[in-house]
T-cell receptor, first 113, second 111 residues
Framework: NAGVTQTPKFQVLKTGQSMTLQCAQDMNHNSMYWYRQDPGMGLRLIYYSASEGTTDKGEVPNGYNVSRLNKREFSLRLESAAPSQTSVYFC????????????FGPGTRLTVL | GNSVTQMEGPVTLSEEAFLTINCTYTATGYPSLFWYVQYPGEGLQLLLKATKADDKGSNKGFEATYRKETTSFHLEKGSVQVSDSAVYFCALENRDDKIIFGKGTRLHILP
């Protein structure tokens, strides 16, 4: 039982490049989330998926897109990376979208040059 | 809208000292309250939670009581260990069912 897994762990991009961050959970959770963590800012919600087949914007969605591929997987895509997207990205999942306990992956540290 | 304010860090204590990390919230209604902990190089994990006023959440020697009258959810531990060094996040369940996190408090415990 791996919980929430994320790939890659580290990534360096040049401005304008694109990439997809992958997330998978094996807990049969309905809801999944993408956050970014910046120094002094705490965690901010980028996008979430309350259930398979649905996605919604969070607090800071600009510059990102998501895909809920199936119940297990929720990917985050940067179409044209910018230095302001340098951050640590966390994926999380929860059984229900009602403030239930969230389980986090280990994070992806992204640097955009 | 709902919000969470927690004390800024870093907080540095000696081993076996008493810990308090303050957290206050602004919310309509009575949201569930949480403390999450992030150990170095890892994602966040739930430490404890409380779902209604006067509830006390506890785990691993940490405690926090949901105080409606003071809109607070302060984290306490009677005797900290070096292994408690981490970043602690206070959080609440927002009206749209999302979790709002505070900015985090970094805790350093010296041996």
């Amino acid at each position: 039982n791996a919980g929430v897994t994320q790939t890659p762990k580290f990534q360096v991009l040049k401005t304008g490049q694109s990439m997809t961050l992958q997330c998978a959970q094996d807990m049969n959770h309905n809801s999944m989330y993408w956050y970014r963590q910046d120094p002094g800012m705490g965690l901010r919600l980028i996008y979430y998926s309350a259930s398979e087949g649905t996605t919604d914007k969070g607090e800071v969605p600009n510059g990102y897109n998501v895909s809920r591929l199936n119940k297990r997987e929720f990917s985050l895509r940067l179409e044209s990376a910018a230095p302001s997207q340098t951050s640590v990205y966390f994926c999380a999942s929860s059984e229900a979208p009602n403030g239930d306990t969230q389980y986090f992956g280990p994070g992806t540290r992204l640097t955009v040059l | 809208g709902n919000s969470v304010t927690q004390m800024e860090g870093p907080v540095t204590l000696s081993e076996e000292a008493f810990l308090t990390i303050n957290c206050t919230y602004t919310a309509t209604g009575y949201p569930s309250l949480f403390w999450y902990v992030q150990y170095p190089g890892e994602g966040l994990q739930l430490l404890l939670k409380a779902t209604k006023a006067d509830d006390k959440g506890s785990n691993k020697g940490f405690e926090a009581t949901y105080r409606k009258e003071t809109t607070s959810f302060h984290l306490e531990k009677g005797s900290v260990q070096v292994s408690d060094s981490a970043v602690y996040f206070c959080a609440l369940e927002n009206r749209d069912d999302k979790i709002i996190f505070g900015k985090g408090t970094r805790l350093h415990i010296l041996p």
